[in-house]
């Protein structure tokens, strides 16, 4: 799955857009290397997001193949540092 994709269905971050724009802003890191909305995730990957103020760090559990109920999307992923 896309990495734009999974943030959003994972409801790291709200829409895919956003989630578009941050990858092109470089502050998505996939295993510490920079990452473009496009990166195919598997499991295991940590995603790493640098807001202004704080980063984020999760890592990946589960691809999803369809949609994501809320209540599902916080089983995809294990935050490590916020």
């Given at each position: 799955m896309r990495l734009?994709?999974?943030l959003k269905v994972s409801r790291i971050i709200k829409r895919r857009s956003v989630a578009n724009e941050?990858?092109?802003m470089a502050?998505?890191?996939?295993?510490?290397?920079?990452?473009?909305?496009?990166?195919?995730l598997k499991e295991n990957d940590i995603i790493t997001i640098?807001?202004?103020?704080?980063t984020l760090?999760?890592?990946?559990?589960?691809?999803?193949?369809?949609n994501v109920s809320i209540n599902e999307a916080?089983?995809?992923y294990?935050?490590?540092?916020e």
């Open positions: 734009d994709k999974f941050v990858c092109d502050r998505v890191f996939v295993n510490d290397n920079p990452a473009k909305a496009a990166k195919q640098e807001y202004k103020t704080k760090k999760a890592k990946v559990l589960k691809i999803p193949t369809g916080a089983n995809l294990e935050i490590l540092e």
